[in-house]
């Protein structure tokens, strides 16, 4: 089966830096998005890896443990826009090999002055 | 704006009521997701359209829920005999073939009374 952990609540201050983490369990692994949400709207894309290592775009990096099954998203210079849920999601070669996305469960960020 | 949109936006309903949602892809998608999301959790996939084929289901997609697209463009999601449980924000997405990414659209939130 599939599993996907990410901590469920999550503060911190304007202009830092959070670090959040995602944990999953799954067959066939080929691919892991980070996701934003804010209350009532759509998911929107914010990365995506497949190979071991650091994404970097703009103020978000996201990191890949293929072997440990882990990565994080990490968020610098924090705004009070950052406020949101980030959902962790993962593909994988599931039944029928195709690419449906299994997401946990998100984790909500509060951003204080 | 050419992402995904879906109608209606809300959806309030009687128990035992049929509803029927729309969905239209980003126009050269070929692949397209309907996800279910409730409060507090991450989408949770439902089914996914190739083309015109309905190529995965999944088993929270009970008989009561069905899914079209007739000509590979957009796509219905109706739901018989509506249940409070059925209460939950309906997401369709849509991904190039052969990319990564799927991109969502606003959702529709059914509330079923």
């Known amino acids: 089966g599939q599993n996907i952990d990410q901590p469920t609540e999550m503060t911190a201050t304007e202009g830092a830096i959070v670090q959040i983490n995602c944990t999953y369990q799954?067959?066939?692994?080929?691919?892991l998005f980070w996701y934003q949400q804010h209350a009532g709207e759509a998911p929107t894309f914010l990365s995506y890896?497949?190979?071991?290592g650091l994404e970097e775009k703009g103020r978000f990096s996201s990191f890949l443990s293929r072997s440990k099954g882990y990565s994080y998203l990490l968020l610098k210079e924090l705004q009070m826009k950052d406020s949101a849920s980030y959902l962790c999601a993962v593909r994988g070669r599931f039944s029928g090999g195709y690419n449906k996305l299994i997401f946990g469960a998100g984790t909500r960020l509060a951003v204080h002055p | 704006d050419t992402g995904v949109s879906q109608d209606p936006r809300h959806k309030i309903t009687k128990r035992g009521q049929n509803v029927t949602f729309r969905c239209d892809p980003i126009s050269e998608h070929n692949r397209l997701y309907w996800y279910r999301q409730t409060l507090g959790q991450g989408p949770e996939f439902l089914t996914y359209f190739q083309n015109e084929a309905q190529l995965e289901k999944s088993r929270l997609l009970s008989d009561r829920f069905s899914a079209e697209r007739p000509k590979g463009s957009f796509s219905t999601l109706e739901i018989q005999r509506t249940e409070q449980g059925d209460s939950a924000m309906y997401l369709c997405?849509?991904?190039?073939?052969?990319?990564?990414?799927?991109?969502f659209g606003p959702g529709t939130r059914l509330t079923v009374l």
């Open positions: 997405a849509s991904s190039s073939s052969g990319g990564d990414t799927q991109y």
């Open positions: 799954t067959s066939g692994f080929n691919g």
């Open positions: 890896n497949v190979l071991d």
